[in-house]
């Protein structure tokens, strides 16, 4: 292992920097983050099609996958083109955790993460998630038993301590290294923080100047040109874009552009942006049925449409429609509207 003054060397391919996780290679450092409810299959494919090249499953309970209970299975499922796949699991018992991580890599995960950064109350009541920060024994335990359990890479996703006065990820990171895992993510907001006030990129170069390991950077990414901000402050080996990507997974590709030219990249044509939403609501409804699909990808309906001209008026009509086609095709007329074509973002003017 490289020593913390000795960086690992970065390559460059096709003008972006390869980067390895363990025994993982990965075309470039922009991954998708870990997002309940949001992650699933479909978005990922949406993301790596532009470009994401290392996207993480939402956190999945290591319990619910150990005793089988809930929707835990659903969460694994991802269809041929989905990898390299990272599986985020989520508890607080070091065996529960390594029985998981074995049945995530049985079922196809080329990564594990263990998720030490969730601040709801449901996950950190269990001592799970970001209730982890506050206790370090435990993470330590939790590493090692995983580490032992699987091959694959290991990943953990850290917040920046448990409150402002116990900010403590150099440490975790540092206990986390030392146990064995082969990338630390940091978001640097406290758990008691929440989504509150801005990450703090300083701490998370505080981490990359201690470790060895590759770091990645998460929080506040909200465009292209915060890819590269995160990258100058930070210092760190990649990036993780999470609510930059909704509505807009387009950023990952301006991201490569810009890396690629130094050009920053407009946003997509309306036909692009149909295109997109057509396939990534085909790949929701296929994933999950007609009806839970529909309820599922309205969200995403709505991200990909906020601030056009007349969004909001469109998106009260389509959540009347019922079926895929009638969808689409008043996608297709609200997208093609004169206000849409003449608004001064749009590349495909009227001529
Ligand atoms: C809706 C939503 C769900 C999230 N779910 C998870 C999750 O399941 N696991 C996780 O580690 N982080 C989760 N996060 C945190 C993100 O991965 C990311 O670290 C955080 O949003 C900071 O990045 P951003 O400020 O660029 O959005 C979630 C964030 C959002 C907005």
């Given at each position: 292992m490289p020593s913390p003054s000795e960086p690992p060397e970065r390559v460059k391919l096709c003008?972006?920097?390869?980067?390895?996780?363990?025994?993982?290679?990965?075309?470039?450092?922009?991954?998708?983050?870990p997002m309940a409810g949001i992650s699933d299959s479909a978005f990922r494919m949406v993301a790596r099609s532009f470009g994401a090249s290392l996207c993480y499953s939402e956190m999945i309970s290591?319990?619910?996958?150990?005793?089988?209970?809930?929707?835990?299975?659903?969460?694994?499922?991802?269809?041929?083109?989905?990898?390299?796949?990272?599986?985020?699991?989520?508890?607080?018992?070091?065996?529960?955790?390594?029985?998981?991580?074995?049945?995530?890599?049985?079922?196809?995960?080329?990564?594990?993460?263990?998720?030490?950064?969730?601040p709801v109350k449901k996950v950190i009541r269990n001592g799970a998630g970001a209730a982890l920060m506050k206790d370090?024994?435990?993470?330590?335990?939790?590493?090692?038993?995983?580490?032992?359990?699987?091959?694959?890479?290991?990943?953990?996703?850290?917040?920046s301590g448990w409150s402002e006065a116990s900010i403590n990820v150099v440490e975790i990171a540092r206990i986390v290294q030392d146990?064995?895992?082969?990338?630390?993510?940091?978001?640097?907001?406290?758990?008691?923080?929440?989504?509150?006030?801005?990450?703090?990129?300083?701490?998370?170069?505080?981490?990359?100047?201690?470790?060895s390991v590759p770091?990645?950077?998460?929080?506040?990414?909200?465009?292209?040109?915060?890819?590269?901000?995160?990258?100058?402050?930070?210092g760190c080996d990649a990036v993780m874009v999470a609510r930059g990507s909704l509505g807009n997974p387009w950023i990952f590709r301006d991201a490569l552009r810009e890396e690629e030219s130094g050009l920053s990249a407009g946003g997509p044509s309306p036909t692009e942006r149909e295109e997109t939403i057509r396939r990534h609501m085909h790949l929701a409804l296929d994933l999950y049925g007609e009806n839970r699909g529909m309820f599922i990808f309205r969200k995403?309906?709505?991200?990909?449409?906020?601030?056009?001209?007349?969004?909001?008026?469109?998106?009260?009509?389509?959540?009347?429609?019922?079926?895929?086609?009638?969808?689409?095709?008043?996608?297709?007329?609200?997208?093609?509207?004169?206000?849409?074509?003449?608004?001064?973002?749009?590349?495909?003017?009227?001529?």
């Open positions: 003008g972006h920097e390869i980067m390895n996780i363990g025994s993982l290679s990965l075309s470039n450092g922009l991954f998708l983050a290591a319990e619910g996958l150990v005793r089988g209970t809930g929707r835990s299975f659903e969460y694994l499922a991802s269809p041929p083109g989905d990898k390299p796949l990272g599986i985020q699991l989520f508890g607080a018992n070091p065996e529960a955790l390594a029985e998981a991580a074995i049945i995530a890599v049985e079922q196809g995960a080329d990564l594990v993460d263990i998720n030490m950064g969730c370090p024994a435990r993470v330590a335990a939790i590493v090692s038993v995983v580490r032992r359990a699987v091959t694959c890479p290991l990943t953990v996703k850290l917040r146990c064995g895992v082969d990338a630390v993510t940091v978001h640097p907001r406290t758990a008691v923080r929440g989504f509150r006030g801005g990450a703090d990129w300083r701490l998370t170069a505080q981490v990359k100047n201690v470790l770091v990645i950077g998460s929080g506040d990414i909200w465009t292209a040109a915060d890819i590269r901000r995160i990258r100058d402050v930070a995403h309906m709505l991200w990909y449409t906020k601030g056009l001209p007349g969004g909001a008026r469109f998106r009260k009509t389509v959540l009347e429609e019922k079926s895929r086609e009638a969808v689409l095709e008043s996608l297709h007329r609200f997208l093609h509207s004169t206000e849409v074509l003449m608004s001064p973002d749009s590349q495909e003017r009227l001529v």
